[in-house]
């Protein structure tokens, strides 16, 4: 599976950016995508994510403020997050998660980080 980032950027507080990932490869066994994020200085943790079945789940920092949604074809899987009412606390680099589950294991591959940046 290939995974590529794309989108992040710079914004004032209030505004908004858009975060686009697309896996590539074998994705029929794709059970789910999601962002993570790593604030400068801390450590990654998840802000949202998207299962196979359009289930959505996203960390309390969030709610209401972020969105995530997908589109798959036979051969991608593109996650958007569209990032609302930023807050300069959303300063990070996020970074894409893709994870397969084959024959009960679960594997993780990661796209190469995209930085978003939210001034005051």
């Known amino acids: 599976v290939q995974v590529v980032e794309s989108g992040g950027g710079l914004a004032q507080s209030g505004g908004s950016l858009n975060l686009s990932c697309t896996a590539s490869g074998t994705v029929f066994s794709i059970r789910a995508m999601g962002w993570y994020r790593q604030p400068p200085g801390k450590q990654r943790w998840l802000a949202a994510v998207i299962h196979s079945d359009g289930y959505t789940d996203y960390v309390d920092a969030v709610k209401g403020r972020f969105t995530i949604s997908k589109d798959s074809s036979q051969d991608t899987m593109t996650v958007l997050l569209q990032m609302n009412n930023l807050k300069p606390e959303d300063t990070a680099v996020y970074y894409c998660?893709?994870?397969?589950?084959?024959?009960?294991?679960?594997?993780?591959?990661w796209g190469q980080g995209t930085q978003a940046t939210v001034s005051s």
């Open positions: 998660n893709v994870r397969r589950a084959v024959f009960g294991r679960n594997y993780d591959y």
